[in-house]
C-alpha cells in the first residue's frame, strides 16, 4: 500500500530530528514496520538548522495533536535535554537523548542505542549479567554500549580509547557514575597497548568494537589482531557496513558467538517503537525486506 492510500485525517507522527536528517534509513525502517503492524503513524525527517531553533521545535510539536514522539541526531542529542519534562536513566547518565515520547503533556527523553546493541546480543543466545566485557572505543555509540552494559549487570568493563579523545573524556566521567548507581567496575586503557588488551580479552567473556575501525567497503583493518581473540567468546561490532568486519570474521574462525553491527541499528529502532507505542516491531521482517 502507498503511503498516500494509508494517510488519513487521523493520522499520527512520528519525527527525526537532527542536522542533516535525509541520509537517514529511519523513515523506511519506521514506516514499513507501522504499516505492518497497522499503526495508523507517519515518520518524516526534519532538519533543525541549529539548536537554538530546539525550543520553538519542541514547543510546537507539543501543541500539535497527534504528535507522538520523536527521534533525535546530532547535533541534537545533547541540547534536547534541557527542553524535556523527564529522562530514563540511560538518557541521564549518558548526557545524550535519542528517543523522545509524549504522552498526557509530558515529554520523557530516552538513550535508545545501548538497549539496541544489548537487546541483539541477547538475541543470539548471551546473557551478559555478572560478565566481564573488554570495549574498544567510548564515543558515542560506545558510551551507549558502556551505560547499558553496567545497567544490565555486567560487574566489570575495561574500556580501550586514545588517551586525550573524547572517548576517554566520556570513560572517566562515567566509570564514577555507573561505579555508584551499578556496582560495576571500569578500568580504562589506552588503545594500542596489546599488553593490556591480551590480557583483559582473556579475562573477559564479551568482546566490542564500537570504535569506528573496519568501516567501509573491502576493509580488512581491524581493532584486534586474529591472535588475541579468546576462542568460544563472545565477539561483537557495531560497525554495519560491510556487514561482516573483519574482526567479525576472524572472531567466527575462533569458534566464537558473533554479533554484527546491522542488528544493533534495528533493535534500537524498535525499542524506540516499544517505547511510542507499546508494540514489538518485527525485526526479521525488517532486515529481510530492507537490508538483505
Excluded at 487521523?10 to 523506511?28: C, E, F, M
Excluded at 574498544?136 to 544490565?152: E, N, R, T
Excluded at 560495576?184 to 589506552?190: A, I, P, T
Aim: glycine share 10%; proline share 4%; with cysteine.
Amino acid at each position: 500500500m502507498g503511503e498516500s492510500a494509508r494517510i488519513s485525517g487521523h493520522t499520527h507522527l512520528i519525527t527525526l530530528i537532527g542536522n542533516p536528517t535525509t541520509h537517514s534509513l529511519s523513515p523506511a525502517t519506521h514506516n514499513l514496520s507501522f504499516e505492518h503492524e497497522g499503526i495508523d503513524t507517519v515518520y518524516l525527517c526534519f532538519d533543525v538548522k541549529d539548536n537554538a531553533q530546539l525550543p520553538k521545535v519542541i514547543e510546537a510539536m507539543k501543541v500539535m495533536e497527534g504528535w507522538d514522539g520523536s527521534n533525535v541526531t546530532m547535533p541534537c542529542k545533547q541540547a534536547i535535554i534541557p527542553l524535556l519534562d523527564e529522562l530514563d536513566d540511560a538518557a541521564a547518565l549518558m548526557g545524550a537523548v535519542n528517543v523522545i515520547r509524549y504522552r498526557d503533556g509530558k515529554t520523557k527523553g530516552f538513550n535508545t542505542d545501548g538497549v539496541g546493541f544489548w537487546d541483539n546480543v541477547r538475541k543470539h543466545g548471551v546473557d551478559i549479567k555478572g560478565k566481564k566485557l573488554t570495549l574498544i572505543g567510548c564515543g558515542g555509540a560506545g558510551s551507549a554500549v558502556l551505560v547499558q552494559a553496567a545497567l544490565d549487570g555486567m560487574t566489570e568493563i575495561d574500556v580501550f580509547e586514545m588517551p586525550e579523545g573524547k572517548g576517554s573524556q566520556n570513560a572517566k566521567e562515567l566509570a564514577p557514575k555507573l561505579q555508584e548507581k551499578t556496582g560495576c567496575k571500569v578500568n580504562l586503557f589506552v588503545t594500542g597497548d596489546m599488553e593490556a588488551l591480551a590480557a583483559s580479552i582473556q579475562s573477559s567473556d564479551v568482546l566490542v568494537n564500537s570504535s569506528p575501525v573496519g568501516m567501509g567497503e573491502g576493509c580488512t583493518d581491524t581493532p584486534v589482531p586474529a591472535e588475541l581473540i579468546k576462542p568460544g567468546s563472545v565477539v561483537a561490532d557495531t560497525v554495519y557496513f560491510p556487514r561482516e568486519t573483519q574482526l567479525i570474521n576472524d572472531a567466527r574462525a575462533k569458534g566464537c558467538t558473533v554479533v554484527g553491527g546491522l542488528g544493533m541499528m534495528i533493535e534500537q529502532a524498535a525499542v524506540g517503537e516499544e517505547i511510542w507505542y507499546g508494540i514489538k516491531m518485527d525485526t526479521d521482517m525488517i532486515e529481510r525486506e530492507l537490508y538483505s
